[in-house]
């Protein structure tokens, strides 16, 4: 009797180990892909070789970002205000005004958001959020991108091509795009024109600023502050602690707590 219980746990564990290679071999046979100007293209490369994580059709998170140097946040800062005027014509004086007056150093601490690889190349996306008096959000988009370049010769003949960095703007619209329906895209929008969630109502309430804030305190604990994201991330690691802290009890802890 007991060696027929022991070939049923052999037989059981055989199964389960079966059925957990079956589902890495699904994993890493997975195809992935992503939508550019020349049709949907492979991108498994991408994601098992060089790190990136996948989002769906459209976007990829990259572990290493392009960022904005020196230059280019002078330049976004200077050409910031046109671009929102064109984007945006009915945002109010008083937060065109504000816009305006945006430094450098706002503009580099713009969360990264995804890229995408609509030309075939890098376009790595940040998002500054831009919130009106009626509290509306509307969405300015930062792009770093790479692109071919024609190398001409003195004759202004071309010899050769290059990759170079490049920067440019998007509005929503650009980003509605990406998208084949209305309700994929107010699923996964960046920002809403109502205030739902209690994040948004905790950051409208504390403060009423041009940039919608990306560190507001959401929690203070023991003395310390969290942002949401923080706070989020120290309940995972508290329940971490408390679960090696229960399995790390002996026999007696296990009799009398």
Request: with cysteine.
């Amino acid at each position: 009797m007991k060696k027929y219980h022991l070939l049923l746990l052999y037989v059981f564990f055989m199964q389960s180990c079966s059925k957990i290679n079956n589902e890495i071999d699904k994993i890493m046979k997975r195809e992935y892909y992503i939508s550019t100007s020349r049709g949907m293209r492979n991108c498994n490369h991408l994601i098992n070789e060089m790190g990136y994580k996948y989002v769906d059709k459209n976007r990829l998170i990259s572990p290493k970002p392009m960022v904005f140097d020196y230059n280019e946040l002078n330049w976004l800062k200077e050409n910031l205000c046109d671009f929102v005027k064109k984007s945006y014509p009915n945002l109010s004086k008083k937060v065109m005004e504000q816009v305006q007056t945006i430094s450098t150093d706002e503009l580099r601490s713009r969360p990264y958001i995804f890229t995408n690889f609509f030309t075939n190349f890098d376009e790595d996306v940040y998002l500054l959020k831009i919130k009106d008096t009626d509290n509306k959000i509307y969405n300015v988009y930062l792009i770093k991108y790479l692109d071919v370049d024609s190398v001409e010769d003195d004759k202004g003949e071309v010899i050769d091509n290059k990759l170079v960095q490049k920067i440019r703007f998007e509005n929503e619209e650009w980003y509605r795009n990406f998208f084949s329906s209305e309700e994929d895209y107010n699923k996964n929008k960046y920002a809403r024109n109502t205030t739902n969630s209690i994040k948004e109502k905790i950051s409208n309430r504390k403060y009423n600023t041009l940039l919608e804030e990306e560190k507001e305190i959401y929690k203070v604990f023991e003395g310390k502050s969290y942002t949401f994201e923080e706070w989020k991330d120290f309940e995972a690691k508290q329940y971490e602690i408390y679960k090696e802290k229960q399995n790390k009890k002996g026999f007696w802890d296990n009799i009398f707590g």
